[in-house]
């Protein structure tokens, strides 16, 4: 019995009834679950956190439509890795055993050439690709590859799951359940975890063997005191990567250098790639400073160009220039906070209708029917201003866009004011 797998591999689901999460994609008359059931299965990417069950869906889907099943991973996987997959692949379909579902682990590592290596056998339909990423495939994948795959969007298991997942887990596991095991309280096992479930397995295992005996009862004090000194600081593949990468953006949010510096070196240490860092700061540098320093998203995205003709280990001094300026700079989210009130106020009233006198007038028909009558051009009035209404007429007078309280937004809300007077004096 010592020679089992661990508990994260011994509980792998081996049918979709037996998956956890994902109800969207594979829950009764799901878009998944229908398209396995139809046999007409596109090649796709799962684009999710780790630990939510990429690569356990893509098996489920092979052992389900009884059809090979090939597993690559980005990490250790070459161009000539992939041919030689690809040859065997050929050579199953030829023998009439099916089309052959090729999993690709990480897929956002793959270079432009190993991704291109694929392409071939996608349009050729020799395999039904199905690539797992953590990171955004738009960023990261080829468009021509991309444009031949669905992207499913897989989320993170919520406490209910996770909960359910460790019920299971002691009631069913061929060793657990030999214990008189009692999870008492459940918030430390799913705070170690950060939402990943295979993690979540691993904690508890370490937890239970850390503990001993055939009587258990777990609780959060006794879970991090024999857990939490046996995970990994850092893994740039899973594990508490989203948990750095949020401490890394509070505080260059909360205006801490030294804590946001530190955070960094964590990441570099741990390997990271050096554009996800940047693309956080490009996002960043809009979402939490905005215009009260514009001079940020520039600042960020050189950063960008240049940590991506760089590379480590001299790109590190590049992003350490940008971390510790945008964590000293005045901050303000009023551009954040406007695109959002906007976007609320969009699918709350629909598609109102643009006013006429700012509708395009290509036509002469157009003309006659009223677009663009009335409009002031602006630049032909004083201060290349004139006043009138640009939302549509039931949202006249609607306020979006607040400037921060800081000196280079209040000027912007001082010019506002001059032009509108009463509609921006808030």
Partial sequence: MQNLPPLAERMRPQNLDEYVGQKHLVGPDAVLRKAIQSGQLPSMIFWGPPGVGKTTLAYIISQTLDR???????????????????????????????????????????????????LGAVERGLVTLIGATTENPSFEVISALLSRCQVYILKALDEAELSGLLQTAIKQDVLLKEKKITIKEHEALIRLSGGDARKLLNVLEIAINGIGGSKIVLTNENVLEHAQQNLALYDKAGEQHYDIISAFIKSIRGSDPNAAVYWLARMIEGGEDPLF??????????????????????????????????????????????????????????????????????????????????????????????????????????????????????????????????????????????????????
């Fill in 68 to 118: 090979p099943f090939f597993n690559l991973s980005a990490i250790n996987s070459g161009v000539k890795d992939i041919r030689d997959v690809i040859d065997r692949a050929a050579l199953l379909k030829d023998s009439l055993m099916g089309l052959p579902i090729l999993f690709i682990d990480e897929i956002h590592r793959f270079s432009k050439s190993q991704q291109d290596s694929l």
């Fill in 277 to 426: 860092i940047a693309r956080r700061l490009l996002i960043l540098a809009s979402e939490d400073i905005g215009n009260a320093n514009p001079n940020a998203l520039l600042l960020a995205n050189n950063c960008f160009q240049a940590v991506n003709v760089i590379g480590f280990p001299e790109s590190r001094i590049i992003l350490s220039q940008a971390v510790t300026y945008m964590a000293s700079s005045v901050k303000s989210n009023a551009a954040y906070e406007a695109i959002n009130h906007a976007q609320a106020l969009v699918k709350q009233t629909g598609n109102l209708p643009v006013p006429l006198h700012i509708r395009n007038a290509p036509t002469k028909l157009m003309k006659n029917i009223g677009y663009g009558k009335d409009y002031k051009y602006s630049h032909s009035y004083e201060g290349n201003f004139e006043e009138q209404e640009y939302l549509p007429e039931q949202l006249a007078g609607t306020k979006l866009y607040d400037p921060g309280k800081n000196p280079a937004e209040e000027k912007l809300r001082e010019q506002l004011r001059r032009n509108w007077k009463n509609k921006y004096n808030y």
